[in-house]
Structures are given as C-alpha cells and as structure tokens.
C-alpha cells in the first residue's frame, strides 16, 4: 500500500486536479473552499503551470473556457453564489462541446445564505443551471478519498466527451481531514490528442470554437448532436453503490456527505435488527434511474434523505414512481442531520 | 472579364490571413475597414498559423468567419477573460479579441480592466461606434451627450444616464499596461495611422511586450441614420472631440 496523507477534501481535489494533469486552474475566493484555491495557488506555479486568481467568477469560467479551446486540461472552483455567477461560463461550455472540471463545494442558499455544509444546489447542477438544454456530468463524492478519485475521473470524462463535468460536494467533505493514499499521477500522454483544439492553423483549416448559430436548422442540429452525447453518457457511465440492500425492506436514497452519514444509520438500524440499506447515486447526472426503479420492486420504502429540502428526492420519485412509499427526510440552512435523527426517521417508516 | 496580361500589374487583393466569406457589416460602417487592416498586419507579422482570434457578441460576432486562423467565440463581455485563458495556456499562441463599445466597455467592464491590469500579452481591438449596433442601435456606454438612440429617444440625458465613458483613458490609469491608443477610420490619414497603431499593437505582444489596447472610432450609419459620408464627418467632426485620437500609453 502506497503513503497515506491525513488531508482535506478541499485539499485533495486540488492534488488530484494536479495529478490529472490540470494545467490552468482559475477561480475567485470563497467560502468554503479557500483551501482548494491556496493549494493551487501554492502548487501550480511550481510545477509551472498556470494559476490565476480571477477577477471574478464569471471571469474564471471565461478563462477556463478560453484554456478549455486552446485544449488543456483546466478546472474551476467555488461555492454556491460563486457557482450561481459561472451558469452563463458553463452553458458555453456544454454548447462549445468543451471539456472542463468545475467544483462547487455546496454552502447553505438561497442568497448569500451561509458557510455551513448544504446539498441546497442539486437542481442547478443537475437540471441545467444555465441557459438552453444541456447536462453536464455531477459527480458526488461520499468521502475525502472519493472526491480525490472523483476529481481523476473527472477530467477523463471531461476529456472523453468534451463536456463539463462537476464535482458536487458540500463544506463538510472539502474541510474534513481524512487519510488518503493519494492517486498516482496520470502519464500525460495517455490524455487525448484535441484535434479540435485552438491551438494554431498550422499544417490544418482553422479550428472555430462556438455555441452559436442563427439558422435555426443548424442549431437544431448541434442540439440534436448535444442530446446524442448525452444519451450515450446515460448509457456508459451510470455510477451508484448500493448498500446491504440484497434483503432490504427499507432504502435510504442519499448522496455525497448524507450517505456516508446514511451508512452509519444502516449499520445502527441492522443492529436494531431493521432491514435498512442504503442506496447511494455518485453520478447525480446521469441519474441511475434504473438500478433504483429495479430496487425498489423489492422494497417497501425508499427514504430520501438531504440536506435540502428535497432536491433529489424528486429524481427519487421519478425512479420509484409507485412501487413503494418515497417519505423525506432533510434539513436546510446549514444544519447536517446526525444519525440518530435520520435512525428515528428510518424507525417511522421501517415495518 | 478577368484578364492578367503582362502590362496589367495587381495591386491591391485581398489579405492572405483573410477568407472569402461574405461580410455580414453594412456598407459604410468600419467594421470592414478594420477587419482587412488585421488582415493585412497578420499577413505581414507571418503569424497566421499561430494566432486565435476571440470573437464578441455584437455585429462582430462573426469574426470567427473573417480571419483564415483559429478562432472562439466568447461570451457577451468576456472576450478579454477567454483571450487570458488562451494565452495562459499556450503562450506561443498570438491572441486577440475583438471587441464593440458595449462588450468592452459596460457587461465586460470587469474583465476588460482586469485584463489590462494583469498586463496579459494579448491585442485588445475596441470598436466605438457610440451605440450597440447589434441589438437596434440602442445607447452604449460610449454614446455622446444628447445623442438619440433607441433606448434615449429624446437625447442621452447625463443627469439620467450619466456621460460617455473614456475607458481607454481610464485603462491608461493603469500600470500594466504596455500600449493605449485611440485611432479612426474617418480619412486616409486616419487609416493608415490606424494600420501603424494595429501592427505595433500585435508587435508588442510577439515581442512578449505585455497588454496591448487599440480603440478604433467607428460608423454605424444604420443607427446613427445617417449616410457613411456623413457618418465620417461626424466622427472627424465632434466624436473626436469627445474622443479624442492619439496614444494614451507608450510603454514599450
Ligand atoms: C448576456 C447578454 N446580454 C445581452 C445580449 C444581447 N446583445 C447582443 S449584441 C449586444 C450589444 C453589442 O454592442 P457593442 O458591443 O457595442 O457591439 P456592436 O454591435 O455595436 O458592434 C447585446 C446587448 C447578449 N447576447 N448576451
């Protein structure tokens, strides 16, 4: 086993940003995820390679959309309000077919809300967030050494499909300390080559990076050719993990920091002699509609549990239509529901 | 008929580094003037290869199309933010964006100062037409006391609306910055100080002189509802007054 590192969240998306080989990381400072900033900022000058603290949001997804043509590997970061500012950075991307990794570590909203950890952004990462019909790959690590892993496979998928990719976390993750065996560094030449790139019409036509068009037959075109991306990500890289759901009457449906919080409660719960599991999506987007409409024929109850007011919940129902009960559970504004509330909850509705 | 015979001798074509596309500019506005004017410094920079042009929303929009290089569209405002991007990733690349009064100079006021006040080694050309000609000629930030658009019908009133904004003065302000100046396209003397102003400006940056900003007094005859002879004269006339031509900066 390789070294193992005690570090946070924060900490660790930023080394495995390096890692994957990100070359420009951009961003503007914010709460709570300061010290994914100053990891860069101490880091990638170092390393030579380029790290700018933008003027402002909307200014650090426009560099990263202007490093994302030239065809490195860039990232972005922040925190809710920061990330409400780059939904008009990222619909150019989605619309540009543009790989980028951008990281909102969630804080209590609407507003200016709080610091305090949240799930409160899930719709705007998953449903859209900007302007016109895109997704882009949401991908919710559960604990500090999957958000390093995460972060890795963010920039292969970012890559793979020319599309923004999001890690959606929250404060708890990005400032809690865990041991981590780091991920080993990519060999650079295992990137794509990025024929499409802008990087100099030598020896080719030029290269022309747009989300534009005013005849509407051709940009029906590129919508078309948007959604058939997005139908083939559907297909191929559905992410969950289920839980002690094999015998489960019933299923807590979590995401991100209130699953590793959920995996306490199922433990407790089998200990009271409850058949709880816990099933636990890590691609928000594409959600794993299936795997959970199947789970839940052989189920009595899924429980959504969130620390909004019940954002993925209405995914949760969509899945599981009528096959069994779909109760919430959530709490807003900052406050992390503790395992001994959401085991009351689970006693409510387990048989 | 096109006929070359040994005494007819060709003396004016188009620039290599520009394509055959159909401009999309109405006749007598700038826009075209100043396109063939990069054109022609690309071409004679020999850097075709290596530059990416970062095209704007407004009537130059399609850039993209004009220059026989690389080139992306930015977001509304945010051409001198994707132009940092660019440039911080490949330095060898040669990058410019092209800009009208209101992406530069109101929604992109933040990027385009912070820009400058990084000193990015990039070419900024900034197109004052004193309107948004894109959108129906409504006022810019940049438009003239008292002058009629579609959004100030009786006139801009400073009390209301404030005065015409002198961004690149207010860029001169800055320390970064290498070069600054504004020109016009009113006369032939005008052009062909326009076309030294262009070449130093993307000389600068090959040389990795830093921050490079060239505002080019422009027409818009559509919106201004006047014809392009006396759409010049209005510029030679009272624009200058306002805006007067000249370098601000000369750092290099
Ligand atoms: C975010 C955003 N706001 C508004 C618009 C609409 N819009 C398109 S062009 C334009 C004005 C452009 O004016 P200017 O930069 O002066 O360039 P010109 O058209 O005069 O060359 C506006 C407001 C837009 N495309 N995006």
């Known amino acids: ?153 963010a920039f292969e998928l970012a890559d793979r499909y020319r599309t923004p990719v999001m890690i959606l976390t929250d404060g708890l993750l990005g400032q809690m300390m865990e041991p981590v065996e780091l991920p080993e560094p990519i060999d650079p030449a295992s990137i794509p080559a990025k024929p499409w790139a802008t990087t100099g019409a030598s020896g080719r036509d030029p290269n022309i990076i747009l989300s534009f068009d ?19 990500i559907e297909e191929a890289e559905l992410r969950y993990e289920e839980t002690m759901t094999e015998d489960a009457d019933l299923v807590i449906a979590a995401h991100g920091t209130m699953a590793r919080i959920a995996e306490t409660v199922v433990r407790r719960a089998r200990e009271e002699g409850l058949k709880v599991g816990l099933f636990r999506p890590i691609t928000v987007w594409p959600f794993p509609y299936e795997p959970l409409r199947e789970l839940s024929s052989h189920v009595s109850t899924v429980l959504t549990v969130e620390m909004s007011a019940g954002q993925m919940w209405e995914d949760v129902r969509l899945a599981v239509a009528e096959r069994a009960a779909t109760p919430f559970y959530g709490e807003m504004g900052g406050i992390v529901p503790t395992p001994r509330d959401i085991l009351s909850e689970v006693r409510k509705h387990a048989g | 008929m096109q006929v070359e015979t040994a005494d007819m001798v060709k003396v004016f074509s188009r620039p290599q580094s520009l394509t055959a596309a159909k401009s999309t500019y109405c006749p007598g506005c700038h826009h075209g003037i100043l396109t063939r004017i990069i054109g022609k410094t690309i071409d004679e920079l020999g850097i075709a290869e290596r530059t990416v042009c970062i095209a704007p929303v407004g009537c130059s929009v399609f850039a993209y199309n004009w220059y026989r290089c ?133 000389e600068n940056q090959v040389n990795e002189k830093g921050y490079s900003l060239v505002e080019v007094l422009s027409t818009c005859p559509t919106n201004w509802r006047m014809s392009p002879i006396a759409s010049n004269k209005h510029v030679a006339d009272v624009v200058t007054e306002v805006f007067p031509l000249g370098d601000l900066v000369d750092r290099r």
Do not use: W
């Not at chain 1, 700018?52 to 426009?62: H, L």
């Not at chain 1, 719709?123 to 995460?150: C, N, R, W």
């Not at chain 1, 005013?214 to 083939?232: G, I, S, T």
């Open chain 1, 1 to 153: 086993m390789g070294k193992r590192d005690l570090l946070r969240g924060n900490e660790v998306i930023a080394e495995a940003a390096i890692r994957a080989g990100c070359q420009c990381y951009f961003a503007y400072p914010i709460t709570p995820q300061a010290e994914l900033l100053e990891h860069m900022a101490r880091n990638m000058p170092r390393l030579g390679r380029t790290f700018v603290q933008a003027e402002s949001e909307i200014a650090a997804v426009s560099m990263v959309y202007g490093a994302a043509a030239a065809g490195v590997r860039t990232m972005t970061s922040s925190s809710s309000p920061g990330i409400s500012l780059k939904q008009e950075g990222i619909s150019y991307l989605a619309g540009s077919n543009l790989p980028a990794v951008i990281v909102n570590v969630v804080r209590g909203g609407p507003g200016l809300g709080d610091i305090a950890p949240s799930q409160c952004d899930y719709f705007q990462a998953t449903k859209g967030g900007g302007h016109g019909d895109y997704h882009m790959i949401v991908l919710a690590p559960s604990t500090v050494p999957e958000a390093g892993e995460l972060t890795m496979l």
């Open chain 1, 214 to 232: 005013l005849d509407p037959e051709v940009l029906r075109q590129m919508n078309l050719d948007l959604q058939a991306k997005y139908r083939r």
């Open chain 2, 70 to 202: 690389d080139a992306i569209q930015a977001a509304h405002g945010r051409a001198s933010a994707v132009a940092t991007g660019v440039k911080r990733a490949d330095p060898n690349l040669i990058v410019f964006a092209y800009q009208g009064d209101g992406d530069f100079a109101s929604i992109g006021t933040a990027e385009s100062i912070h820009a400058a006040n990084r000193g990015e080694n990039i070419t900024v050309i900034f197109v004052n037409n004193q309107v948004y000609g894109m959108t129906g000629g409504e006022m810019a930030p940049t438009s003239l006391v008292h002058q009629k658009t579609t959004t100030t019908p009786a006139g801009r009133d400073p009390a209301q609306v404030g005065y015409p904004i002198r961004f690149s003065e207010m860029i001169a302000q800055l320390d970064a910055p290498t070069y600054i100046t504004r020109q016009a396209l009113f006369d032939t003397r005008r052009i062909l100080d326009t076309e030294e102003a262009i070449k130093k400006a993307f």
